[in-house]
């Protein structure tokens, strides 16, 4: 098992409807400084699943951003980390969900992670 920590930042979708537009939307909630705790589970073969926690309850939040108790929840992403051993490359999949008035919406950012 192998436990990762760090520090992340990004934007919280803070409003709308989820079948409008995604873009960053005055309202929404800039942070810095998120703690992530992952941790991997698993066989570590060719592919290793990662869950954990990016928490936004201590971030430096943006002071233009309008506050929100959904934010004081931790996120719980999933984080798919793929090995393509024939090509010596890396994919990270992070998977989120959010819900709104009953509707779920799943997220998928791709990374392609490479040697520096």
């Known amino acids: 098992?192998?436990?990762?920590?760090?520090?992340?930042?990004?934007?919280?979708?803070?409003?709308?409807?989820?079948?409008?537009s995604y873009r960053w939307y005055p309202g929404d909630t800039e942070f810095k400084n998120a703690s992530v705790s992952l941790?991997?589970?698993?066989?570590?073969?060719?592919?290793?699943?990662?869950?954990?926690?990016?928490?936004?309850?201590?971030?430096?939040?943006?002071?233009?951003?309008?506050?929100?108790?959904?934010?004081a929840t931790p996120q719980?992403?999933?984080?798919?980390?793929?090995?393509?051993?024939?090509?010596r490359s890396v994919v990270a999949q992070l998977i989120s969900t959010y819900t709104e008035n009953g509707q779920t919406v799943t997220f998928t950012d791709t990374y392609q992670l490479s040697k520096e």
């Open 76 to 87: 719980k992403p999933q984080l798919k980390v793929t090995f393509d051993i024939a090509n």
């Open 39 to 71: 941790t991997t589970s698993g066989t570590i073969g060719e592919q290793i699943q990662v869950s954990g926690t990016v928490d936004v309850t201590n971030a430096n939040l943006d002071a233009h951003s309008a506050s929100n108790a959904a934010l």
């Open 1 to 20: 098992q192998l436990v990762l920590t760090a520090t992340a930042g990004g934007v919280v979708h803070n409003h709308g409807a989820l079948n409008t």
